[in-house]
């Protein structure tokens, strides 16, 4: 490839060699982009509610925006606080369905097929690359709405290559961290990896008359948003891992883990001299933030 070939042109060649070459192509690419030096950025996005896929508001053009600041990515690799299974599974589909995983919104939601393609190369590449446990390959899932709501408002032309991630919902956050840890050579390899979920997500505590005004949150949800901020701004992840012991309002914040283990593995895949970003940085209905984070 000649040495004039700008980022972005250089990572759209790597898609088309994903989709068409083959894990030989795609092998032989991911070397010359490990000399280029590039480094994908990862992600933690607060998804909040699957009309964010839709609509137009700040948290989905902020999404939009994401997706034409960072370099555009080879493959995108999503882990979603929507799959969560026994044991680890990756998606190894060409064409991964459109999932509705959710009920009680308008037709217009449902109607939605996010067309991109899968990579079955890449997930075996994948699997190959995680000695903590097994990885599956999966024929059946898809992308649900933890993904598709957002990699749909950064990348609407759906060309590039999503694959999804599981959550083994029987293991604590400590082994979602290591896990996650065994994933940071994608991201030299073009491919952009998102935590999908919230970090407050209490949905049994939703304040519905307060669902529209700005940035509302009760003081637990409030006091749990700085804490973990104040965590991701001092790389201090040894106690995001044991988050229950920051405070007490840390049970309200997350009373079940799904929504919240995506972080994990964007924790993990940060390099120490990596600051975080932080956007979308927002409480709704009392007891949700959107709050989100990107290193690199």
């Avoid at 092998?27 to 000399?35: D, I, K, Y």
């Avoid at 209490?202 to 700085?226: C, K, P, V």
Wanted: aromatic share 10%; hydrophobic share 40%; glycine share 8%.
């Amino acid at each position: 490839m000649k040495a004039e070939m700008n980022r972005k042109g250089f990572i759209r060649t790597a898609a088309a060699l994903m989709t068409m070459g083959g894990l030989g192509d795609f092998q032989r690419f991911t070397g010359s982009l490990r000399e280029n030096g590039v480094l994908m950025p990862v992600l933690f996005i607060g998804h909040g509610s699957p009309m964010n896929g839709i609509e137009d508001n700040e948290f989905s053009r902020r999404w939009e925006k994401l997706g034409k600041e960072i370099p555009e990515p080879a493959a995108v690799l999503v882990v979603s606080a929507h799959w969560l299974t026994r044991g680890t599974h990756i998606t190894a589909m060409e064409n991964p369905r459109t999932i509705h995983d959710f009920g009680g919104f308008p037709k217009a939601l449902f109607e939605v097929q996010y067309t991109a393609p899968g990579n079955p190369e890449l997930a075996r590449e994948t699997q190959t690359m995680v000695h903590s446990t097994s990885v599956e390959l999966d024929h059946d899932w898809g992308l649900d709405h933890g993904a598709w709501t957002v990699v749909r408002r950064m990348y609407p032309d759906a060309r590039i290559p999503v694959l999804q991630l599981s959550i083994d919902y029987g293991k604590p956050a400590a082994y979602h961290y290591e896990l996650g840890k065994e994933l940071k050579a994608l991201r030299k390899k073009g491919v952009l990896i998102i935590g999908s979920g919230n970090m407050v997500h209490n949905l049994r505590m939703i304040d519905w008359a307060h669902m529209h005004t700005d940035n509302f949150g009760f003081d637990w949800a409030i006091e749990m948003s700085h804490l973990f901020k104040d965590k991701i701004n001092a790389g201090d992840h040894a106690a995001l891992i044991d988050y229950l012991r920051l405070s007490p309002s840390a049970k309200l914040a997350v009373p079940t883990p799904d929504h919240y283990y995506p972080l994990m593995y964007t924790l993990a895949l940060q390099d120490p001299d990596e600051q975080p970003v932080i956007f979308n940085d927002k409480l709704v209905a009392g007891s949700l933030n959107m709050t989100s984070v990107k290193f690199g």
